[in-house]
């Protein structure tokens, strides 16, 4: 089943991905606010000894400092990026848009986390079934994401969308395969200005 139309997927920037992430950019995609919330959430949904795949990684890990995993495998686009990440035991580079199967065994991870990131991918339904498929039973995938983007590399409905209707889509990304529970939404904005905090998250089945 395809769930975004095919205009819906566009980058205004086509160009391979790889290219883009060529080179290290050490800098914070989200501020202090937003990872101290991301944080709390990990805190209160990730066990300590468990297996974490942390998609779409850098060189910032916002992992608790206080829990012990067994094993954090990290993924992304920048070799150098992730060989500064303090808290990946391994990682490997794929390019989600080209080669959307991941290279993990089934059911061997419990959490898998995608931070600020998700406005990238553009075959989203394939993606969240391998997230499925390398999840354990009970096993829990949250998706964290703010209002800011690299623009011409999100997709054309993530751009052309409200930032509420952002966590319909995500929400619709868990939908749209079997596996999942009902996903569950946490949406902080602020008035006094703070990058908004936005979170979907279900559990395997
Ligand atoms: C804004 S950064 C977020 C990094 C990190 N999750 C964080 O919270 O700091 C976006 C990340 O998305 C990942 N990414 C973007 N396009 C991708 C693609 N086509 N395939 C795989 N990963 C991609 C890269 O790892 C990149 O570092």
């Given at each position: 089943?395809?769930?975004?139309?095919?205009?819906?997927?566009?980058?205004?920037?086509?160009?391979?991905?790889?290219?883009?992430?060529?080179?290290?950019?050490?800098?914070?995609?989200?501020?202090?606010?937003?990872?101290?919330?991301?944080?709390?959430?990990?805190?209160?949904?990730?066990?300590?000894?468990?297996?974490?795949?942390?998609?779409?990684?850098?060189?910032?890990?916002?992992?608790?400092?206080?829990?012990?995993?067994?094993?954090?495998?990290?993924?992304?686009?920048?070799?150098?990026?992730?060989?500064?990440?303090?808290?990946?035991?391994?990682?490997?580079?794929?390019?989600?848009?080209?080669?959307?199967?991941?290279?993990?065994?089934?059911?061997?991870?419990?959490?898998?986390?995608?931070?600020?990131?998700?406005?990238?991918?553009?075959?989203?339904?394939?993606?969240?079934?391998?997230?499925?498929?390398?999840?354990?039973?009970?096993?829990?995938?949250?998706?964290?994401?703010?209002?800011?983007?690299?623009?011409?590399?999100?997709?054309?409905?993530?751009?052309?969308?409200?930032e509420k209707?952002?966590l319909?889509?995500?929400?619709?990304?868990?939908?749209?395969?079997?596996?999942?529970?009902?996903?569950?939404i946490i949406a902080k904005t602020?008035?006094?200005?703070?990058?908004p905090f936005y979170v979907v998250?279900?559990?395997?089945?």
């Amino acid at each position: 089943m395809f769930l975004l139309k095919t205009e819906q997927r566009s980058k205004l920037d086509e160009s391979d991905d790889a290219a883009f992430y060529c080179y290290p950019r050490f800098v914070y995609h989200v501020d202090n606010g937003f990872i101290r919330k991301l944080k709390q959430l990990y805190s209160q949904k990730l066990q300590s000894d468990s297996r974490i795949l942390d998609l779409m990684s850098s060189w910032v890990s916002h992992l608790p400092e206080t829990i012990q995993f067994s094993h954090v495998e990290g993924h992304g686009m920048n070799q150098e990026e992730l060989a500064k990440n303090p808290r990946l035991d391994h990682y490997f580079i794929q390019n989600l848009n080209q080669q959307t199967s991941l290279p993990l065994e089934d059911q061997s991870f419990d959490a898998v986390l995608i931070t600020a990131s998700i406005q990238y991918i553009q075959y989203p339904e394939t993606v969240f079934r391998e997230i499925a498929r390398v999840l354990k039973p009970n096993g829990i995938a949250i998706i964290s994401f703010s209002n800011r983007m690299f623009y011409q590399k999100a997709i054309s409905v993530w751009r052309d969308s409200s930032e509420k209707a952002r966590l319909e889509i995500v929400r619709s990304y868990f939908k749209a395969i079997e596996g999942f529970g009902e996903p569950e939404i946490i949406a902080k904005t602020f008035i006094l200005g703070g990058d908004p905090f936005y979170v979907v998250m279900a559990n395997r089945l």
